[in-house]
């Protein structure tokens, strides 16, 4: 949850190799990986469902949304988390490598994403510096709304 108006909170995660950051107020929980039951006919970046406390939650593969992979994400281990989402009273989950660290942003520091009709540079929000790494910001209502 963002601190006050100038600043923003993010879980830094990996990616298909890549850093990128997911707004913390919009995480729900972090978990290792769980089963992922496949669901026939859905979207190819749609892994399948997990059992989240009673729940059913769809899980999304970032590596396929980003088009960081045609096909799959290859083998799954325990390094990979998913990490759960709540947007708009629906709960998403996406598959990541791994989870770093929680990082606070000025938003002043964060140079916004330039309007694209590139499908994968619609659900960034912007670049931020954190230590010696550019992050990419996802802009979570986009990527799930």
Excluded: C, H, W
């Excluded at 729900?28 to 089963?35: A, E, Q």
């Excluded at 729940?55 to 325990?78: K, M, Q, R, Y």
Aim: charged share 25%; glycine share 8%; hydrophobic share 40%.
């Amino acid at each position: 949850m963002s601190t006050n108006n100038s600043t923003m909170q993010i879980i830094v995660v990996e990616i298909g190799g890549e850093k990128y950051g997911v707004q913390i107020e919009y995480i729900t929980s972090i978990v290792k990986m769980l089963r992922i039951t496949r669901v026939p006919g859905t979207k190819n970046f749609i892994r399948g469902v997990v059992n989240l406390r009673g729940d059913v939650i769809p899980v999304i593969s970032t590596n396929i949304l980003f088009e960081l992979s045609a096909e799959d994400d290859g083998e799954l281990d325990d390094s990979n988390r998913i990490v759960f989402l709540k947007i708009d009273g629906n709960n998403y989950g996406i598959l990541v490598d791994s989870v770093y660290e929680v990082v606070t942003l000025k938003k002043k520091d964060i140079d916004a994403a330039k309007e694209s009709e590139d499908k994968n540079k619609s659900y960034i929000l912007g670049v931020g510096q954190v230590g010696e790494n550019l992050v990419t910001i996802l802009d979570t209502e986009r990527l799930l709304g």
